[in-house]
């Protein structure tokens, strides 16, 4: 039982960003959408989310492996299941997770006749976590090094992250002329736990040499740092997580800043082209943190009797233990968010012709029935930067339905088919969006899911 | 006409849902974790010089010292270790014959177990001995009591030794650790 909690806090632990929301972007009949693009067509007198059911999105990815490699009750040994992962994968697979709740979230239009200004706010509690397959410490943990003569183990392939954090937002966009929106989005973010060690190196090898029977070095630059979980080793300390939590959610925890910043531009009447850089800010770590760090070299010899011509060694084992400790640190730093990019270009067709004036639900941007998209999207992470290359078809079904149809092509798949529906009856906006679908055929072979729903009540511009 | 697109839009939403579908999963399976490494390291080394032998023109026919060996000590190997091979090479240019005891002693410096490598004269041939001694079961509960190492080295009788006599005596030893961790 032990085992299985051990390892369910590792698959939470060790799982990463794959924030891409493709189908919400660009979607501006949903006012999440604001989120992924300040700068977004968006336009209202004013909305407000459903609180805690404005915005609820998760979304997980295994670049290597699925649930079923691992898990399938399928009468194969477990071991040879993890086998087959371990040696199936590479150190760059990752595993990743998000999730996010919106607590509220709402904006209105700055009152005034002539006025094209917006301004939205909320505050969503999210949760990240990240980490790359670590193959060659789970080689040597697996096989050992007997078989292993001459490889270099790189212990860099430690690469994990995990925060969970509360993010405030304000944001801002205009209408600078008919045919260009910009918007920016200010950004408090209080960390209420924090877990990285994304910068380790090192290496282990083991070689045949002439005068020990082994050359066998360790050098190791392994680091991990955390925020806001060092009290909770302390045997004295009675934990009460849920004020903690809240506490430290509501800007207890640790601060940071950072920003959003987009546009919407009409070359065109029916050509749109969008950008948006997302989440360019940093949390500084100094309240509650503790660092553990493995850092040194060291060639093991075994030990020298002091009769031998040249160097001893009376104690191997203790000096292999004092090059390389485990030292704990209690110094701030800092982690950057995962920024991302996306930008998109849009061919709207297929005019609409309003046999009958609907003045009450009058919706001035869907003038066009149907649209074609590009979208690129690019984020941050440790390494190589996560890029997804997405097309979509959009589709207004009826006045109150509007549909959108994505392909995506990432890391984690080539055959990535989402779907979006937003659903507005009278001001209530209803919206649900999935990708990966043709994975849900069975969902535990899935790489990557993702799924975002929510309920939001608006009140757009009336015409007279 | 709002009804009907509203139930539109569940019916997609339903059907979307009835198509999926899981395969059975069991998380359970990881307690069936048993994962058998194999470590080889160092375990100890010597190269003595053969003029180490004379001190002041005299022989001295034994040397002796008892280096810290804690390795199978540390908890993680103690409760793991199943089988432990060590191999042990001597490697003898030096024109005589030696003898050499290796003791393995606990906390309390009591003998535990003992090891005997002879090896005759330098003859300008290669002249090596190798022995692998393998500890399982109750042995094992042996080595794992051992915290250090005494080495004894005696000179065989034969040819006098001077301080300007070539060669050395080598000894390389290596351990091949099997753990089964579950």
């Known amino acids: 039982m032990k085992k299985t909690v051990w390892v369910l806090v590792l698959m939470l632990a060790i799982n990463c960003f794959s924030q891409n929301k493709q189908i919400l972007y660009n979607f501006t009949s949903v006012p999440q959408s604001l989120l992924t693009n300040p700068g977004a067509d968006f336009k209202y007198n004013f909305y407000f989310g459903i609180p805690l059911l404005s915005g609820i999105s998760a979304n997980v990815g295994s670049s290597g492996f699925s649930a079923y490699d691992l898990f399938a009750d399928n009468g194969v040994d477990f071991n040879v299941k993890l086998r087959n992962v371990v040696f199936s994968t590479t150190r760059k697979d990752r595993l990743a997770i998000n999730e996010q709740i919106e607590v509220f979230n709402g904006g209105f239009k700055i009152s005034g006749e002539q006025s094209n200004s917006y301004i939205s ?118 934990p009460n997580v849920v004020k903690d939590i809240t506490k430290r959610a509501f800007l207890g925890g640790n601060l940071g800043l950072g920003f959003d910043a987009g546009f919407t531009y009409y070359p065109k009447k029916n050509v749109q082209l969008t950008a948006s850089m997302i989440d360019v800010g940093f949390i500084k770590h100094n309240k509650e943190v503790e660092s553990l760090t493995y850092k040194g070299t060291y060639e093991y010899k075994g030990v020298i009797p002091k009769f031998s011509s040249g160097e001893s060694v009376e104690n191997g084992f203790q000096d292999f233990k004092d090059a390389i400790p485990l030292d704990t640190l209690y110094a701030a730093y800092t982690t950057w968010r995962p920024a991302k990019f996306n930008s998109s270009v849009q061919f709207s067709f297929d005019e609409e012709r309003p046999e009958e004036c609907n003045c009450l639900d009058y919706n001035p941007e869907t003038i066009y029935k149907s649209a074609i998209d590009a979208q690129l999207f690019v984020m941050t992470t440790p390494r190589t930067p996560l890029v997804a290359f997405t097309t979509f078809y959009r589709r207004k079904i009826f006045k109150s339905l509007q549909m959108k149809a994505t392909y995506t092509l990432d890391s984690y798949s080539y055959n990535n088919i989402g779907l979006g529906l937003s659903s507005t009856f009278g001001p209530v906006n209803f919206y649900v969006l999935a990708d990966n679908l043709l994975e849900y055929r069975d969902i535990t072979k899935a790489n990557s899911l993702s799924f975002q729903l929510g309920l939001n009540v608006i009140f757009k511009n009336r015409k007279k | 006409m709002k009804f009907r697109a509203f139930n539109r839009f569940l019916g997609i939403l339903l059907s979307f849902f009835l198509f999926s579908c899981a395969s059975d999963l069991d998380f359970n399976q990881v307690n069936d974790v048993k994962i058998e490494p194999v470590i080889v390291t160092n375990l100890a080394y010597f190269d003595v010089l053969a003029n180490q032998f004379v001190t002041n023109g005299a022989e001295q026919n034994v040397i002796f010292d008892a280096p810290t060996v804690d390795v199978f000590n540390g908890s993680f190997f103690r409760q793991r270790l199943k089988k432990v091979e060590i191999f042990f090479e001597m490697e003898n240019t030096i024109n005589r014959g030696y003898s050499v005891d290796l003791v393995f002693l606990d906390r309390n410096n009591q003998p535990v177990h003992a090891i005997n490598l002879a090896i005759p004269p330098y003859s300008g041939k290669v002249n090596k001995v190798t022995k692998t001694e393998v500890f399982e079961n109750t042995q094992l509960d042996v080595l794992k009591r051992t915290t250090r190492i005494a080495f004894t080295m005696t000179m065989l009788p034969g040819a006098a030794l001077s301080e300007s006599s070539t060669g050395s005596l080598k000894l390389r030893s290596g351990v091949t650790a099997y753990l089964v961790v579950e």
């Open chain 1, 121 to 238: 706010f909320g505050m969503y509690q999210e949760f990240d976590a990240m980490s790359y397959v670590p193959t060659d410490l789970a080689i040597l943990a697996l096989d050992g090094n007997r078989d292993y003569l001459g490889k270099v183990f790189n212990l860099g392939d430690l690469n994990v992250k995990a925060e969970m954090l509360s993010v405030f937002h304000l944001g801002f966009h205009k209408n600078i002329n008919k045919n260009f929106i910009l918007g920016v989005r200010g950004k408090i973010y209080s960390s209420i736990y924090n877990v990285s060690s994304t910068n380790n190196s090192g290496y282990i090898y083991t070689n045949p040499s002439s005068t020990g029977v082994y050359e066998q070095m360790i050098y190791s630059q392994l680091q991990l740092n955390t925020s806001g979980i060092a009290k909770y080793d302390d045997e004295n300390y009675e």
